[in-house]
C-alpha cells in the first residue's frame, strides 16, 4: 500500500530528519510511521505523527540529550 503524505507531515519529518543528520550524524538508521498517518485518518491540525525511529547503535546520554533538544525544537 502506498499512502501519500500531506505536505505538512512531510515538511515535519523532513526537518526531523535534517535535525538528526546535522547534530546526531550517521545514527538515524530508519524511521518507520505508524498510527493515524498509515490508517489514513490523520486529521490536519488535531492528529499527531506517530513514529518509531531506530537507530544505528545504542545511543550515548550526551545523544540522547541533543535527541531531547530536537524534540523539543519539531514540538515548537
Known amino acids: 500500500m502506498i499512502i501519500l503524505l500531506h505536505n505538512s507531515i512531510q515538511e515535519v519529518l523532513q526537518g526531523y530528519i535534517s ?3 546535522m ?9 518507520y510511521l505508524h498510527g493515524s498517518i498509515v490508517l489514513d485518518a490523520y486529521v490536519k491540525d488535531c492528529s499527531d ?11 550515548a546520554e550526551a545523544e540522547i540529550h541533543t535527541l531531547k533538544k530536537i524534540h523539543e525544537e519539531i514540538a515548537g
Request: aromatic share 8%.
Open 19 to 21: 535535525l538528526w543528520k
Open 49 to 59: 505523527i506517530d513514529f518509531a525511529a531506530v537507530t544505528r547503535n545504542r545511543l
Open 23 to 31: 547534530r546526531l550524524p550517521d545514527k538515524l538508521e530508519g524511521l
